[in-house]
């Protein structure tokens, strides 16, 4: 039998699974992009008809599936014809090569702000939890939604223990705390459960939090996304208009260069960017005030202001926030005086002041 005649959609398929949107992690083919697959005589044809307002992102993804094909035994020949359409009338955060995203979702939240991470291990759910306290002690209705579907710790930093309840309507209520709705995974599962689940199982989850939580009337609902970029960040681009994302990054070079990964991510998707906190940025010693620079410093500035994004503070390291996260008292709460909850609430004003709210 001739490498020809061995092509099958499925072997054309399983090549064009290796093509990703650029700066996204899901592949065209579960994009749904590819249309009107043929295979014969060892050619290879197709449409992608991709929606975005960047025909760059299109040709590249063009160019990319062209040459994955070239190297599959059996093909002679690639015939891809391009179809690009701009998104339907949503406004510009809408969400590049997806839908639009549903404008009854979420109608009584003003304001959506992701906050999120190129990596872990640098401090996003704390920030999260208390960039949330801090919007609510400037005089704003907030939500936390924990969207962090492998690691959920807000159940444990908000100091939550109890379930929540359905609602006559079939809706979870959130679970309020220190003046903020809360929601996590983490409330309906055993706190030692792994969580092992395939993408369109993460989607579902992140969609249940948005469709089926009782948030109400809120000024600021704060989403604590997973490390990455992945499936959770592309079901909130997919469902609701965003109203802009905070990066999360620590001085050190590796945690700078994952930031600048997410930063792009979330440019490629047409989300606002509303600037980066720099995170156990430097240590003042309580009993003589000498300020030591643990992780290096300045780092999360000079980002920011080479990919022109706002820097929007730094957070100092106080051993107290791992203390608070612990016992389940965020330190915004636990120290409203401090050093930390001051840089925190400087934040909440800053992110209020840009977004108008």
Not at 32 to 55: M, Q
Not at 155 to 182: L, T
Not at 187 to 215: N, S, T
Not at 343 to 357: F, T
Request: with cysteine; aromatic share 6%; proline share 7%.
């Amino acid at each position: 039998m001739s490498a020809t005649t061995e092509l099958t959609d499925e072997k054309v398929l399983e090549v064009l699974k290796t093509v990703r949107f650029p700066g996204l992690t899901r592949d065209i083919v579960s994009f749904g992009f590819v249309k009107d697959l043929a295979i014969g005589g060892g050619n290879v044809s197709f449409r992608l008809e991709i929606t975005t307002d960047s025909p760059r992102a299109a040709e590249e993804i063009q160019r990319d599936a062209t040459e994955k094909l070239r190297s599959l035994p059996g093909v002679q020949s690639v015939t891809i014809r391009l179809e690009t359409q701009q998104p339907g009338p949503a406004p510009p955060r809408g969400a590049v090569g997806v839908p639009p995203p549903q404008a009854n979702i979420l109608p009584e939240v003003r304001f959506k702000v992701a906050v999120a991470s190129g990596k872990g291990g640098v401090g996003k759910s704390t920030v999260a939890a208390n960039l949330a306290l801090a919007l609510e002690r400037v005089g704003r209705r907030v939500g936390l939604m924990d969207s962090d579907i492998y690691g959920p710790s807000q159940q444990m930093m908000m100091g939550i223990a109890e379930k929540p309840f359905i609602n006559e309507s079939n809706q979870i209520v959130p679970i309020e705390r220190y003046g903020v709705k809360v929601m996590s995974l983490g409330f309906l599962m055993d706190v030692d459960q792994p969580v092992i689940w395939r993408g369109p199982m993460v989607m579902k989850a992140v969609e249940q939090f948005l469709q089926d939580v009782a948030w109400g009337k809120l000024d600021f609902l704060v989403i604590d996304l997973p490390p990455g970029t992945g499936d959770a960040q592309l079901t909130l681009t997919q469902k609701i208009h965003l109203s802009g994302a905070v990066i999360v990054t620590t001085p050190q070079d590796v945690s700078l260069i994952d930031a600048r990964k997410g930063l792009a991510m979330f440019q490629k998707v047409n989300v606002p960017v509303l600037g980066i906190v720099e995170n156990m940025s430097y240590y003042v010693c309580p009993q003589c005030g000498h300020r030591e620079e643990i992780f290096k410093h300045g780092g999360g500035r000079r980002t920011a202001e080479q990919l022109k994004v706002p820097f929007l503070g730094e957070i100092p390291l106080d051993p107290k926030v791992a203390v608070g996260g612990d016992a389940g008292r965020p330190i915004v709460a636990a120290e409203p005086e401090s050093a930390v909850t001051a840089s925190y609430l400087r934040i909440a004003e800053e992110i209020v002041r840009q977004l108008g709210a």
